[in-house]
């Protein structure tokens, strides 16, 4: 009869597997502790993005951190999964349609007889219409720097120096 | 002023260890802790968006893309001669850097020009227009929305460069359609 190896005991050719290099995915810790942290990642993401208005941040430091969300997963996962969850073409579309959002913010207090980006001519409370106007332009702004840092992120990722 | 001081003599060193380190992944790692002691410098400073914006670009976004790059080139810098002629750049700079220092006025002196010409009006000014606590969300889109404005096209007009040098844009081949 065999004898049970004592607990603890020291499988070369085993330590060797581990101290082998491999991808992302397979490093146990690091596709663990990424699973449970990208959620709240981009979480914390929409959290700095809608409230600027009363805490530090806001569309620019939510995009960066929303956009480190999705980089992170692409790094461990593969960027296969990550242009599935958010094709490329979605981000291109989306980051012009930022821009597109703060300026037609600013058009639209244009057009309701203000100054270009004077939201407080938008609504009828201007104290109101001020902060919603902020918002607005506010979400136009992380739209296009998570949209931009992810979409650099596959040009960067896909290419290769052969081409 | 203790904690500022250990913070500015930690970031020297981290400076002068990234400076010196031939691993690459070890660097990346080192200028993201470099921009999370930044960030806690600002705040310290009070300066609690600026310390936010310098912990997610800093030591967020740029050290993930940064990962990714070194993914794709060999994990150690080449060996090369020490030169003279950066050195001297670099110590000239510094040098002037620290010439300039001299006239600026001293840190937090409520008397110093930048707080006396439009911030009071923007503080006065968010509380009865917008009523949000975050002065400077307030500052950066409404006052200063057409700065903020320019800022997004640049991004936009960074990205549009980038795609166009880099982006895999060759035509996707069709299903060949069937002859009849």
């Not at chain 1, 012009?96 to 959002?101: H, I, S, Y």
């Not at chain 1, 918002?135 to 052969?162: D, K, M, N, R």
Request: glycine share 10%.
């Amino acid at each position: 009869m065999q004898e049970p190896k004592h607990f603890g005991a020291v499988d070369p050719e085993r330590v060797r597997r581990t101290l082998r290099p491999q991808p992302m995915h397979r490093k146990v810790i690091v596709r663990v502790v990424s699973k449970a942290l990208i959620p709240y990642i981009l979480l914390f993401g929409l959290y700095v993005q809608f409230h600027g208005d009363f805490g530090p941040g806001g569309g620019f430091q939510a995009g960066a951190i929303f956009a480190a969300g999705l980089v992170l997963y692409g790094l461990i996962y593969g960027i296969r999964p990550l242009r599935q969850a958010v094709p490329g073409r979605v981000l291109e579309r989306l980051f012009a349609g930022g821009v597109l959002l703060y300026g037609g913010t600013g058009l639209a207090s244009f057009l309701r007889g203000g100054n270009f980006l004077d939201y407080g001519v938008l609504l009828y409370d201007p104290i109101h219409a001020r902060h919603e106007g902020l918002l607005l332009i506010e979400l136009g702004v992380g739209l296009t720097v998570a949209c931009v840092l992810t979409s650099i992120f596959y040009a960067f990722a896909s290419w290769s120096p052969e081409d | 002023m203790i904690a500022e001081l250990t913070l500015f003599a930690f970031l020297l060193v981290i400076a002068v260890t990234i400076a010196r380190m031939r691993n690459l992944f070890t660097a990346a790692m080192l200028s993201a802790i470099f921009s999370l002691l930044s960030a806690g410098l600002f705040t310290l400073m009070d300066a609690v968006d600026v310390a936010f914006t310098e912990a997610a670009v800093g030591a967020g976004i740029s050290t993930v893309l940064i990962l990714g790059a070194l993914a794709r080139i060999p994990r150690h810098e080449l060996k090369q001669r020490p030169q003279v002629m950066p050195f001297l750049v670099v110590v000239l700079t510094g040098a002037a850097l620290l010439y300039g220092i001299v006239d600026m006025p001293s840190y937090g002196d409520p008397e110093a020009p930048i707080h006396q010409h439009l911030a009071p009006e923007y503080i006065a000014g968010t509380a009865n227009d917008f009523e949000i606590p975050n002065i400077v969300t307030a500052i950066l889109g409404s006052y200063r929305g057409y700065d903020t404005f320019g800022e997004v096209v640049v991004v936009f007009t960074a990205a549009v460069g980038v795609l166009l040098l880099l982006a895999d844009r060759r035509p996707r081949r069709r299903a060949p359609k069937s002859e009849l």
